[in-house]
């Protein structure tokens, strides 16, 4: 197949969450099949930096009554798309001051200079695989203005967070070059507003989530953002395929990281991994006693005010508890305080630390991840192949990759009493050493890597 990929990010090139690594592997497994892959996503600042080719390749797009014209510079299957006025900014979206103004047009010249860079290229693919509201546009093109030059291409939107969806006022429409005759609530219509992430639920041939709870969680009000409706009309196209985790940047038995190597088969080094981290955390150096982990940014969707009512009560018992994060100080500011009254039972560093992140996965006993909802989450895959066994909420991807009692505990309200509770039979585990070890090399065992998602998505690809 030829399988064309649009994304607002990709790694390494761009990088603010796990969609990035989606679509940084996706397309290489993808090649490693034997699929013919280009992958297409906007010329930030971060990207310039990785030595690109530019090509002669130019892309004209009309935006309202204005349009620009962008060059496109190369890197194998990479293209991006590179308007500096656009893109070469601090942030992709926006600053810590708020999304840009632009962003309707910043994203209409991802969209439809996809459309037009697959054109120059003269390259037709069989599937545009499409990600988040950035280039939910792309379907609606595809289903409308641009229909006879792309009549039987298929299309794929992949929502890897609900939370975010493209809300624009609705004079955009003719930003986007779209008929008022869309702006309807069976279409992109939405409170008023323009709705991209609707629009382009509505277009797309199927859409794909990052697990097969949230697939189905995306459909209540609880969770649905206000788009339950839409996506349970849309319900037998909807599928949901677990991320992948990266084996080849996280696997404890080649981790440069880490203070030793371990594996299922010769698990010495992993008590060397934990003294390592006691060290690090300036905890007592003590073998017996339990570690408790967690990293993330401190926000609500993580389950931070949980953590928070949790560790008072826990740094009565007698564990450890190491904490890596940033973000919201009502969370931090009572950490952090904890540290300082107990620092002989709770660590909590302030920080985005990548060698330290796997140094905990390393260290740690068990690792807590008490989502309030969790499309996928990637820690609580990297937590199983480093035997630090996940204590998870029963929410989104963590229901679908740790199951209670073989590979994990996994706890169902969201309320602190849950979470306290599930760390009790945690500790309880911990004390039966070889029921603990079970647990903990099933754990190390499962296999949640990128060649599995990708076959998921090709046969997807495949029936459309
Ligand atoms: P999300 O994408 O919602 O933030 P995931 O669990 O899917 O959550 O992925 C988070 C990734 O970011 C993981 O690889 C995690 O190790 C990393 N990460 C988050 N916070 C930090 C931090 N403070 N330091 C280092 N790595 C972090």
């Known amino acids: 197949m030829r399988i064309g990929i649009v994304t607002p990010e990709v790694a390494p090139f761009s990088k603010t969450g796990g969609l990035a690594d989606v679509c940084g592997a996706l397309p290489v497994e ?4 034997g699929h013919e892959v280009a992958v297409i996503s906007p010329l930030y600042r971060s990207a310039r930096a990785h030595g690109l080719d530019p090509t002669p390749l130019r892309v004209r797009v009309p935006l309202g009554s204005n349009g620009v014209e962008a060059s496109v510079f190369r890197s194998g299957h990479h293209f991006f798309i590179d308007h500096p006025p656009f893109y070469d900014r601090e942030g992709f979206y926006g600053t810590a001051r708020g999304d840009y103004e632009d962003n309707a047009a910043r994203f209409t010249l991802l969209s439809k200079g996809a459309l037009e860079l697959l054109r120059a290229l003269d390259w037709r693919p069989d599937v545009l695989h499409v990600h988040d509201w950035q280039t939910a546009l792309v379907p609606v093109y595809v289903k409308t203005r641009a229909k006879d030059a792309f009549a039987g291409v298929k299309t794929v939107l992949t929502v890897h967070n609900l939370a975010y969806q493209g809300l624009f006022w609705h004079l955009d429409m003719s930003l986007f070059g779209l008929d008022w005759s869309l702006f309807t609530w069976k279409q992109l219509e939405f409170y008023g507003k323009v ?3 609707k629009g382009g639920l509505v277009f797309a041939d199927a859409v794909t989530t990052v697990s097969p709870t949230y697939a189905r969680e995306i459909q209540t009000p609880e969770l649905g953002g206000g788009l339950d409706g839409v996506l349970r009309e849309r319900a037998s196209s909807v599928v949901g395929i677990l991320n992948g985790a990266d084996y080849s940047v996280w696997d404890p038995s080649t981790d440069r990281h880490l203070a030793a190597n371990y594996s299922p088969q010769a698990m010495q080094g992993k008590a060397r991994c934990k003294e390592a981290l006691q060290r690090r955390a300036r905890l007592p150096v003590r073998p017996d006693a339990p570690i408790f982990a967690m990293i993330g940014r401190l926000v609500q969707q993580k389950g931070f005010d949980l953590v928070v009512e949790a560790a008072e009560l826990l740094v009565q ?13 009502r969370f931090l500011l009572p950490l952090q305080r904890l540290g300082r009254l107990y620092g002989d039972r709770l660590s909590m560093e302030v920080a985005f630390d990548e060698a330290y992140a796997h140094q905990i996965e390393a260290g740690a006993d068990f690792f807590i991840m008490p989502s309030r909802f969790e499309p996928c989450g ?3 895959l990297y937590s199983l192949r480093y035997g630090a066994v996940p204590v998870v909420r029963r929410t989104g991807g963590l229901a679908d990759t740790i199951v209670d009692g073989k590979t994990g505990i996994v706890f169902d309200a969201y309320e602190t009493e849950a979470l306290v509770e599930a760390m009790q039979r945690a500790l309880a585990l911990y004390a039966d050493r070889s029921r603990y070890r079970a647990v903990q090399r099933a754990g190390m065992e499962q296999d949640f890597s990128w060649s599995v998602s990708a076959r998921k998505y090709l046969e997807l690809f495949e029936r459309l």
């Not at 993808?30 to 099949?33: Q, T």
């Not at 904490?323 to 100080?329: F, I, V």
């Open 195 to 197: 709705n991209l992430l």
């Open 317 to 329: 018992l007698d564990v450890q508890i190491v904490l890596l994060g940033s973000g919201d100080p």
């Open 378 to 380: 990637l820690n609580q």
């Open 30 to 33: 993808f090649a490693r099949l």
